[in-house]
């Protein structure tokens, strides 16, 4: 993490990037060219509200195809078995279903369109010559509208649900295998000129827009054209992540499906939510740091030689603002990999588990309880490291959404102060025994502490408006500046530490007695058991 001890302003002035980031993001990560951007909308437009989310959910699980073919999306340990020795039965079952509902949605959406298809495979069973039925094929593979792009996922996605209902009668399905049926459905999503969702982090303006004025605000006073589209970016996979969320509860607690139809709609959607996270938290680890400091030097080197001097101080105050959002930049990164990791390694059962439906739909629901507040706190988190206090009713349209954070606020103040407290007690006990900085191994624990307060203990430290931040934060720095550990650096560590716990103690009962906590008891032993999956027990 960078130093963040310098203070940055708390809130700079008029937007100054000449682009819109934001507006770029919506209307240019798919690639569309102007007109087919045009059909699309158009096309969007005439659809009823029911078909516009049938049409949302057609394009994740599209875009689940290809997700769920990395079993690195798959919920569940995997242990060490080597991927050619797992039998691929049960994901195939899974993706069939996916692949059923695919069908099933574009048919939704072409409506009446629908009885040209019915007409064709009509046709092609009755054509006597090979060139007539060529000419049907040509026409659907090649539309020059959103209603044949329709027909032609239409037209391949049920002849693929043969296809994979067939592999499926196999005792036995190897990861090739699986993987080869996946990669068809995913050659004819890329072929799809209007309905190609397959890049990592792209967005649509139909699904997309943020309607809270807040976030938008703040996206256009962040200094400098990459520094926001950092930000833009961030905030849309965000939003976009909750949106997921929203589907999966839908589904979970929607009308009784055949199983293979409800497992391959949840663990789709669940593999791209896993993927777009791993996608953001890849990004922001490996660009954030370079991208900032390339919007610096563009506004320093634009700065004329003669103005140096009078626009120190705004200069300063930008490149510490730049270093805060870095800083927010990893402890997202940190945080969103450990609540992952909890709910995909722990609560949610594997493809191939042999879950009943009613296990899964629970399990679901339960993914959904812990990463909406985790995912609705980095919204929170970064809004407020951006110089703003956003508002849970005015960000997020689900009205418990004040109850829930508050839920798990208490959990996390509860879980960082066992934290807090036992990297102090450990790190006293280091410096009073014989072997004191004997070796860096020794103090892994350290470096562990370090990864769950950039995870935990940072947005933490925001969300509670902590006093001593500056100093808390100066300290945790100073641990990691360099490979061998200075015992001054370690004690002023420590003092901060157990500073920090009494603040924690004493939050912890101010959040108990917060107006939408009245009546609920604070669950510890739950809290206890997720501390447990954090640390990874």
Same mark, same amino acid.
């Given at each position: 993490?960078?130093?963040?001890?310098?203070?940055?302003?708390?809130?700079?002035?008029?937007?100054t990037?000449?682009?819109?980031?934001?507006a770029?993001?919506?209307?240019e990560?798919r690639g569309?060219?102007g007109?087919e951007?045009r059909?699309r909308?158009a096309?969007f /437009?005439?659809?009823? =509200?029911?078909?516009?989310?049938a049409? %949302?959910?057609?394009?994740?699980l599209l875009?689940?195809?290809?997700?769920?073919?990395n079993?690195?999306?798959?919920p569940?340990?995997?242990?060490r078995v080597?991927?050619?020795a797992?039998? %691929?039965?049960?994901?195939? /079952?899974?993706?069939?279903?996916?692949i059923?509902?695919?069908?099933?949605?574009?048919r939704?959406?072409?409506?009446?369109r629908?009885?040209?298809?019915?007409?064709?495979?009509?046709?092609?069973?009755?054509?006597?010559e090979?060139?007539?039925?060529?000419?049907?094929?040509r026409?659907e593979?090649?539309?020059?509208?959103?209603?044949?792009?329709?027909?032609?996922?239409?037209?391949s996605?049920?002849?693929?649900?043969?296809?994979?209902e067939g592999l499926h009668?196999?005792?036995?399905?190897?990861?090739?295998?699986?993987?080869?049926?996946?990669?068809?459905?995913?050659?004819e999503?890329a072929q799809?000129?209007?309905f190609?969702?397959?890049?990592a982090?792209e967005?649509?303006?139909?699904?997309?827009r943020?309607?809270s004025?807040?976030v @938008?605000?703040?996206?256009?006073?962040v200094p400098?054209d990459?520094?926001q589209?950092?930000v833009?970016?961030?905030?849309?996979?965000?939003?976009?992540?909750?949106?997921y969320?929203k589907?999966i509860?839908?589904? /979970?607690?929607g009308?009784?499906?055949?199983?293979?139809?409800?497992a391959?709609?949840i663990?789709?959607v669940?593999?791209?939510l896993?993927?777009?996270?791993?996608?953001?938290s890849n990004?922001?680890?490996?660009?954030?740091?370079?991208?900032l400091a390339?919007s610096?030097?563009?506004?320093?080197? $634009?700065?004329? =030689?003669?103005?140096?001097?009078?626009?120190?101080?705004?200069?300063?105050?930008?490149?510490?603002?730049?270093?805060e959002?870095?800083?927010?930049f990893e402890?997202?990164?940190?945080?969103?990999r450990?609540?992952?990791?909890?709910v995909?390694d722990?609560?949610?059962?594997?493809?191939e588990a042999?879950?009943?439906e009613?296990?899964l739909?629970?399990? /679901?629901?339960g993914?959904?309880?812990?990463?909406?507040p985790?995912?609705q706190n980095?919204?929170? %988190?970064f809004?407020k490291?951006?110089?703003?206090?956003?508002?849970?009713?005015?960000?997020?349209?689900?009205k418990t959404?004040? +109850?829930? @954070?508050?839920?798990r606020l208490?959990?996390?103040?509860?879980?960082f102060?066992?934290?807090?407290r036992?990297?102090?007690?450990?790190?006293?006990?280091?410096?009073?025994?014989?072997?004191r900085?004997?070796?860096?191994?020794?103090?892994?624990?350290?470096r562990?502490f370090?990864?769950y307060? +950039?995870?935990?203990?940072?947005p933490l430290l925001?969300?509670a408006d902590y006093?001593?931040?500056e100093?808390?934060?100066?300290a945790?720095?100073?641990?990691?500046?360099?490979?061998?550990?200075?015992p001054?650096k370690?004690?002023r =560590?420590?003092?901060?530490?157990e500073?920090? $716990?009494?603040?924690?103690?004493q939050l912890?009962?101010?959040?108990?007695?917060?107006?939408?906590?009245a009546?609920?008891?604070?669950?510890?032993?739950?809290?206890?058991?997720?501390l447990?999956?954090?640390?990874?027990e």
């Amino acid at each position: 993490m960078q130093r963040l001890s310098a203070p940055p302003p708390a809130r700079l002035g008029a937007p100054t990037p000449e682009r819109d980031a934001y507006a770029d993001l919506l209307r240019e990560t798919r690639g569309l060219r102007g007109d087919e951007h045009r059909a699309r909308e158009a096309f969007f /437009a005439r659809l009823p =509200a029911d078909k516009r989310e049938a049409l %949302f959910e057609l394009e994740i699980l599209l875009k689940g195809m290809a997700c769920f073919a990395n079993p690195r999306n798959h919920p569940g340990q995997r242990g060490r078995v080597p991927i050619v020795a797992v039998d %691929f039965h049960e994901p195939l /079952a899974v993706m069939t279903g996916g692949i059923k509902r695919i069908s099933y949605l574009a048919r939704s959406c072409l409506g009446e369109r629908d009885r040209t298809f019915v007409f064709h495979r009509y046709l092609e069973t009755v054509l006597p010559e090979d060139a007539a039925r060529t000419r049907l094929v040509r026409q659907e593979t090649a539309p020059d509208s959103p209603e044949g792009a329709l027909l032609g996922l239409r037209r391949s996605f049920t002849n693929l649900t043969e296809v994979a209902e067939g592999l499926h009668r196999l005792t036995r399905v190897p990861f090739r295998l699986f993987y080869a049926t996946a990669s068809v459905a995913q050659r004819e999503i890329a072929q799809n000129t209007f309905f190609n969702p397959l890049s990592a982090l792209e967005f649509r303006p139909e699904f997309d827009r943020i309607s809270s004025s807040q976030v @938008l605000d703040i996206i256009q006073r962040v200094p400098g054209d990459q520094a926001q589209r950092l930000v833009a970016l961030t905030f849309l996979s965000l939003f976009r992540m909750l949106r997921y969320l929203k589907l999966i509860e839908e589904i /979970a607690a929607g009308m009784p499906e055949p199983m293979n139809f409800v497992a391959g709609r949840i663990y789709l959607v669940l593999s791209v939510l896993r993927s777009d996270a791993r996608a953001l938290s890849n990004y922001l680890r490996r660009n954030s740091g370079e991208l900032l400091a390339d919007s610096f030097e563009h506004d320093l080197l $634009h700065t004329p =030689a003669n103005d140096i001097h009078a626009r120190y101080e705004t200069l300063r105050a930008v490149a510490h603002r730049l270093i805060e959002i870095r800083g927010a930049f990893e402890c997202i990164n940190a945080n969103l990999r450990l609540e992952l990791r909890r709910v995909y390694d722990h609560v949610l059962p594997a493809p191939e588990a042999g879950a009943t439906e009613a296990e899964l739909r629970r399990a /679901a629901m339960g993914a959904v309880a812990i990463l909406r507040p985790a995912l609705q706190n980095v919204v929170l %988190f970064f809004g407020k490291t951006l110089g703003a206090r956003l508002e849970e009713g005015q960000v997020f349209d689900d009205k418990t959404a004040r +109850r829930q @954070l508050s839920e798990r606020l208490r959990q996390n103040v509860w879980m960082f102060s066992q934290i807090v407290r036992a990297f102090a007690v450990k790190a006293r006990h280091a410096q009073a025994s014989d072997e004191r900085w004997a070796s860096v191994s020794g103090f892994q624990f350290v470096r562990e502490f370090l990864a769950y307060f +950039r995870a935990m203990g940072y947005p933490l430290l925001r969300a509670a408006d902590y006093p001593r931040f500056e100093a808390f934060v100066d300290a945790m720095t100073g641990l990691q500046e360099t490979d061998l550990l200075d015992p001054g650096k370690l004690e002023r =560590a420590i003092a901060e530490c157990e500073a920090f $716990h009494e603040f924690l103690v004493q939050l912890l009962d101010q959040v108990g007695r917060r107006e939408e906590l009245a009546g609920t008891v604070f669950d510890k032993r739950a809290a206890a058991a997720a501390l447990r999956l954090y640390l990874g027990e």
